[in-house]
């Protein structure tokens, strides 16, 4: 079982670092707690294009464009006709966190800290979640990797002591600048930090798992039901790379989008 894991993260393209850290047993069941498919409607299917499985963005901006949609006279009678429901990412999203803390091994509300870069578009975002979350009792704070402190078994953004990071930092952003010597890292390794998504989302956020679906090589891994979804949903897809291929395989004569890593 090693020995494919360790196959499998070959293909997928993993940093030497990122395979690490992703082999790390992060605490809890779920690798992607909060992660987006992106796809778009052909017909009467949905075709994916990525599996966004690093925390992806615009939680709180769905919600409100949610509601200024649902205003629209034509949009309410479309969801009246197809039974359309309106309902809250962001109290979905800290009802995941919370959950994943309590598997985690945490016993009291945690304190999170919101984790990404100062200057990021995104940094309103973390606003609006920063505020719901104290609203309902979490203490919440927002910083960036800089601010990081990690001794005596506890990772800290100032005075702030932290038992769960919501991780908005891209891992590899955060990788190019840092090594295992970081303090949220050194965290993390030692179980002292529940950190949502966790390092190990970064197997199934490549784009590079779509080939994984789509080789030829690797359809005993599904059902013949979930073969058919694949083959109905998700594009054919290969990483750039020299190697032979065969006449089945070739891209452009199936018309289908060919991603890189």
């Given at each position: 079982?090693?020995?494919?894991?360790?196959?499998?993260?070959?293909?997928?393209?993993?940093?030497?670092?990122?395979?690490?850290?992703?082999?790390?047993?992060?605490?809890?069941?779920?690798?992607?707690?909060?992660?987006?498919?992106?796809?778009?409607?052909?017909?009467?299917?949905?075709?994916?294009?990525?599996?966004?499985?690093?925390?992806?963005?615009?939680?709180?901006?769905?919600?409100?464009?949610?509601?200024?949609?649902?205003?629209?006279?034509?949009?309410?009678?479309?969801?009246?006709?197809?039974?359309?429901?309106?309902?809250?990412?962001?109290?979905?999203?800290?009802?995941?966190?919370?959950?994943?803390?309590?598997?985690?091994?945490?016993?009291?509300?945690?304190?999170?800290?919101?984790?990404?870069?100062?200057?990021?578009?995104?940094?309103?975002?973390f606003v609006l979640l920063r505020d719901h979350f104290i609203s309902h009792g979490v203490q919440t704070i927002i910083c960036s990797p800089q601010s990081l402190e990690y001794a005596g078994g506890k990772l800290r953004c100032g005075d702030f002591a932290i038992d769960l990071v919501y991780k908005r930092i891209i891992?590899?952003?955060?990788?190019?600048?840092?090594?295992?010597?970081?303090?949220?890292?050194?965290?993390?390794?030692?179980?002292?930090?529940?950190?949502?998504?966790?390092?190990?989302?970064?197997?199934?956020?490549?784009?590079?798992?779509?080939?994984?679906?789509?080789?030829?090589?690797?359809?005993?891994?599904?059902?013949?039901?979930?073969?058919?979804?694949?083959?109905?949903?998700?594009?054919?897809?290969?990483?750039?790379?020299?190697?032979?291929?065969?006449?089945?395989?070739?891209?452009?004569?199936?018309?289908?989008?060919?991603?890189?890593?």
């Open positions: 079982a090693a020995v494919e894991s360790s196959a499998v993260i070959d293909e997928l393209g993993l940093t030497p670092l990122e395979a690490k850290l992703a082999l790390i047993d992060p605490g809890f069941s779920g690798s992607a707690i909060t992660s987006r498919m992106d796809g778009f409607v052909h017909g009467n299917q949905i075709k994916f294009v990525e599996y966004n499985a690093e925390n992806p963005s615009s939680l709180s901006d769905q919600e409100g464009l949610n509601r200024l949609l649902f205003a629209i006279a034509e949009m309410s009678l479309f969801a009246q006709r197809h039974r359309l429901r309106q309902f809250s990412p962001v109290e979905r999203l800290l009802e995941a966190l919370l959950a994943t803390y309590r598997e985690w091994g945490g016993k009291e509300v945690p304190r999170v800290a919101i984790i990404d870069w100062d200057d990021v578009p995104t940094a309103n975002e891992i590899h952003e955060l990788l190019a600048r840092y090594d295992e010597t970081h303090p949220l890292v050194r965290a993390y390794i030692s179980g002292d930090v529940c950190l949502v998504n966790p390092f190990r989302c970064k197997i199934m956020h490549k784009k590079a798992s779509f080939e994984l679906l789509t080789d030829e090589a690797h359809q005993s891994w599904f059902t013949l039901e979930e073969q058919e979804a694949i083959r109905l949903s998700i594009p054919w897809t290969r990483r750039l790379r020299d190697r032979a291929g065969s006449p089945g395989e070739a891209p452009f004569a199936r018309a289908r989008k060919c991603h890189t890593r």
